[in-house]
């Protein structure tokens, strides 16, 4: 443009216009000039050269015509978009909902609520056949020009979040409700799209992290459920949890926490009406409104089996309540969390033989050559899902492959090269190798050879293997095949008690929402730490505060250590070097003063995250004091 600064002609204010104000003229431009047949205009390509659309709306909307650009959002707003039918004439009348996404004005927050919420409604109210049109061309865009539409909606919905938490008059509740609805309803749209597609951009390009600081997830969850029961009334608010493909890991461990808590609540509730039913009617047996499990240390495999073998599947969504024998303490949640590290430790304890320890990848599988009986497979199951349901990390060392299963997906390749690298590779290699002779080179057949009882035998991996060459043509059934046979096949019978148990506790519509590494991560925590955010949330007592010498000088040393001794210290002092995924700041640390002065070692209460830390006399001696500690910290080894 060679237009002044700030001015532009009338004739050229007019042309843009006119252009914006039209479909026809915008349906008519960006065209893949390279196709004939109409642009190749069909119900599955649109014929739009979208990087030419991108390239020239830039070109068109710079920052020293700013005049430009009003003019363009105006044009758009006053004629382009209220005239958008929702049953188009023709198919090319479709091209403006893929180009529109790429106009700066369209993007710009201050345009939100007149050009991009009136597109969406545009395109939420078009009829099922023009609809299935726009939703196979958004199928066959690039990632980046897919990926603009979603941020653009992903945007929106923020900017409605914002607008709500800064407040606004009942009268605009209503006008607010259908705004943030029609954003999200793209959304839902663009996600189907991108699930058929095979994922054109990943799963989490979804995720609205600011969700769970701008909205009340619980509160929304018991609106959602509330709408299922009682259906949905005029002028209902909208709720999150419709579009569960917006929250991330930390939002879905939320609804599940609350989900588990309304779920515990309804199981005590239960209890006491049974319990007073139980006056009046003797045959009415009276219950405990928790699951109590009254345990001997040494025997704590054994008692608890005893104990949940007998209860009904209403038991397990109760309070869990451990009571050691013999001791006096009260379950605040240290001692079930100590219940679970001691009988996690005893689970996985290689005398029982459930698990097979892998040395290149530190990781354990069920092993086919157990005997022990279903009972205890079912046992863990039901450890792990009461750990989750009870908020409790549990430091398993199985991998990915487990919680793809848990969720109803199929381990692949890449699970076989997590826990077994050098087969995995070697199967990578197979799959790469380019030339014609592969049965010569590799002289495998169907099966695979297993150890067991220090005897070798051979397995078919599918009828007649022994007899059948692994070729070019059927080396990729072969690889599928091995990986079906070490994550499936061989242990079936074991995953599935596991399976059935674990979903007798915590199964449920809200850990489907879960991505196997978020289920991963909320079992066994992460390690995303922030140990700033950790020094910020920490308890003190007694005498000791954020300012004493001694909290300052422990401050100091701490951070001035490596990670891994600061890892070390997270295991020293919570039985786990993982945080919970909810973050740091959901890593209760209290610390305490303690008696003894410079010739003693801080003691961690491992149940309650706390730290008795004697009040040393100078920086280096804590130093010194707190290396020693964490080196004689064995911890609850799990192999």
């Given at each position: 443009?060679?237009y002044?600064?700030?001015?532009?002609?009338?004739?050229?204010?007019?042309e843009?216009d006119?252009?914006f104000?039209?479909?026809?003229?915008?349906?008519?431009?960006?065209?893949?000039l390279?196709?004939?047949?109409?642009?190749?205009?069909?119900?599955?390509?649109s014929?739009?050269?979208?990087?030419?659309?991108?390239?020239?709306?830039?070109?068109?909307?710079?920052?020293?015509?700013?005049?430009?650009c009003?003019?363009?959002?105006?044009?758009?707003?006053k004629?382009?978009?209220p005239r958008?039918?929702?049953?188009?004439?023709d198919?090319?009348a479709l091209?403006?909902?893929?180009?529109?996404?790429?106009?700066p004005?369209?993007n710009?927050?201050?345009n939100?609520?007149?050009?991009?919420?009136?597109l969406?409604m545009?395109?939420?109210k078009?009829?099922?056949?023009?609809?299935k049109?726009l939703?196979?061309?958004?199928?066959a865009?690039?990632?980046a020009?897919?990926?603009?539409v979603?941020?653009?909606?992903?945007?929106?919905?923020?900017?409605?979040l914002?607008?709500?938490?800064?407040?606004?008059?009942?009268?605009?509740?209503?006008?607010w409700n259908?705004?943030?609805?029609?954003?999200?309803?793209?959304?839902?749209?663009?996600?189907?799209?991108?699930?058929?597609?095979g994922?054109?951009?990943?799963?989490?390009?979804?995720?609205?992290?600011e969700?769970q600081?701008?909205?009340?997830?619980?509160?929304?969850?018991?609106?959602?459920?509330?709408?299922?029961?009682?259906?949905?009334?005029?002028?209902m608010?909208?709720?999150?949890?419709?579009?569960?493909?917006?929250?991330?890991?930390?939002?879905?461990?939320?609804?599940l926490?609350?989900?588990?808590?309304?779920?515990m609540?309804?199981?005590?509730?239960?209890?006491?009406?049974?319990?007073?039913?139980?006056?009046?009617?003797?045959?009415?047996?009276?219950?405990?409104?928790?699951?109590?499990?009254?345990?001997?240390?040494?025997?704590?495999?054994e008692?608890?089996?005893?104990v949940?073998?007998?209860?009904k599947n209403?038991?397990?969504?109760?309070?869990?309540?451990?009571?050691?024998?013999?001791?006096?303490?009260?379950?605040?949640g240290?001692?079930?969390?100590?219940?679970?590290l001691?009988?996690?430790?005893?689970?996985?304890d290689?005398?029982?033989?459930?698990?097979?320890?892998?040395?290149?990848?530190r990781?354990?599988?069920?092993?086919?050559?157990?005997?022990e009986?279903?009972d205890?497979?079912?046992?863990?199951?039901?450890v792990?899902?009461?750990a989750?349901?009870?908020?409790?990390?549990?430091?398993l060392h199985f991998?990915?492959?487990?919680?793809?299963?848990?969720?109803?997906?199929k381990?692949?390749?890449?699970d076989?090269?997590?826990?077994?690298?050098?087969?995995?590779?070697?199967?990578?290699?197979?799959?790469?190798y380019?030339?014609?002779?592969?049965?010569?080179?590799?002289?495998?057949?169907?099966?695979?050879?297993?150890e067991?009882?220090?005897?070798?035998?051979?397995?078919?991996?599918?009828?007649?293997?022994?007899n059948?060459p692994?070729?070019?043509?059927?080396r990729?059934?072969?690889v599928?095949?091995?990986?079906?046979?070490?994550?499936?096949?061989?242990?079936?019978?074991?995953?599935?008690?596991?399976?059935?148990?674990?979903?007798?506790?915590?199964?449920?519509?809200?850990?489907?929402?879960?991505?196997?590494?978020?289920?991963?991560?909320?079992?066994?925590?992460?390690?995303?730490?922030?140990?700033?955010?950790w020094e910020k949330?920490?308890?003190?007592?007694?005498?000791?505060?954020?300012?004493?010498?001694?909290?300052?000088?422990?401050?100091e040393?701490?951070?001035?250590?490596?990670?891994?001794n600061k890892?070390?210290?997270?295991?020293?002092?919570t039985?786990?070097?993982?945080?919970?995924?909810?973050?740091?700041?959901?890593l209760?640390?209290?610390?305490?003063?303690?008696?003894?002065?410079?010739?003693?070692?801080?003691?961690?209460?491992t149940?309650?995250?706390?730290?008795?830390?004697?009040?040393?006399?100078?920086?280096?001696i804590?130093?010194?004091?707190i290396?020693?500690?964490?080196?004689?910290?064995e911890?609850?080894?799990?192999?």
């Open positions: 443009m060679s002044p600064p700030g001015r532009i002609p009338s004739d050229a204010a007019n843009v006119i252009v104000s039209s479909a026809a003229c915008l349906n008519g431009s960006f065209l893949a390279s196709n004939d047949d109409h642009y190749k205009t069909s119900s599955k390509f014929g739009i050269d979208m990087n030419a659309a991108r390239l020239l709306f830039h070109r068109l909307v710079q920052i020293d015509h700013p005049r430009i009003q003019q363009i959002a105006a044009s758009m707003e004629n382009l978009i958008l039918s929702n049953s188009p004439p198919i090319e091209r403006i909902y893929i180009t529109l996404p790429e106009c004005p369209m710009d927050a201050n939100y609520v007149t050009l991009a919420i009136p969406a545009a395109i939420v078009l009829e099922k056949m023009p609809l049109v939703e196979n061309w958004w199928a865009l690039e990632p020009f897919f990926q603009k979603v941020e653009l909606y992903k945007d929106v919905v923020v900017f409605l914002k607008l709500a938490e800064s407040g606004m008059p009942n009268s605009e509740q209503i006008t259908n705004f943030l609805k029609c954003a999200l309803e793209v959304l839902a749209v663009l996600h189907g799209v991108n699930e058929r597609a994922q054109i951009i990943q799963y989490d390009k979804f995720y609205i992290h969700v600081d701008l909205t009340d997830i619980r509160n929304d969850y018991v609106n959602w459920l509330q709408r299922k029961i009682y259906g949905v009334l005029p002028d608010p909208i709720t999150i949890c419709t579009y569960p493909f917006v929250f991330d890991a930390q939002a879905k461990t939320t609804l926490q609350t989900d588990a808590i309304l779920q609540q309804m199981a005590v509730d239960q209890a006491h009406r049974q319990n007073f039913s139980s006056f009046f009617l003797p045959v009415v047996d009276t219950v405990n409104p928790c699951l109590v499990l009254i345990v001997r240390r040494d025997h704590i495999v008692d608890a089996i005893q949940l073998r007998k209860s209403v038991d397990f969504k109760k309070p869990l309540k451990v009571i050691f024998v013999g001791e006096e303490a009260v379950d605040a240290g001692v079930r969390k100590e219940f679970f001691l009988i996690m430790r005893d689970l996985l290689p005398k029982y033989g459930m698990f097979q320890y892998y040395e290149e990848s990781l354990i599988w069920f092993s086919f050559q157990t005997f009986e279903i205890l497979f079912h046992l863990i199951g039901v792990c899902g009461l989750i349901y009870n908020f409790t990390i549990v430091d991998p990915l492959a487990l919680y793809k299963k848990l969720l109803n997906q381990p692949t390749l890449d076989l090269k997590e826990l077994m690298p050098i087969v995995g590779r070697s199967m990578q290699q197979l799959l790469d380019p030339e014609d002779d592969v049965e010569a080179i590799f002289s495998l057949n169907f099966i695979i050879t297993v067991k009882i220090g005897l070798t035998e051979i397995k078919e991996l599918i009828p007649g293997g022994t059948i692994v070729t070019k043509d059927n990729h059934e072969f599928d095949a091995y990986v079906d046979y070490v994550f499936n096949q061989s242990i079936a019978p074991l995953f599935d008690a596991f399976n059935e148990s674990f979903h007798k506790v915590c199964g449920g519509k809200v850990l489907q929402l879960f991505q196997p590494n978020e289920l991963q991560a909320m079992v066994t925590g992460n390690t995303n730490y922030d140990w700033k955010e949330n920490t308890e003190y007592k007694g005498e000791y505060w954020a300012e004493h010498p001694t909290i300052k000088f422990f401050w040393v701490f951070h001035e250590l490596p990670l891994e890892k070390r210290f997270l295991l020293f002092l039985g786990s070097d993982r945080i919970p995924i909810l973050g740091m700041k959901s209760k640390f209290i610390i305490q003063p303690t008696g003894g002065g410079d010739n003693y070692l801080p003691v961690a209460h149940c309650f995250n706390l730290l008795d830390l004697p009040k040393y006399t100078n920086k280096d804590l130093k010194t004091k290396v020693q500690a964490i080196d004689h910290y911890g609850f080894s799990l192999v």
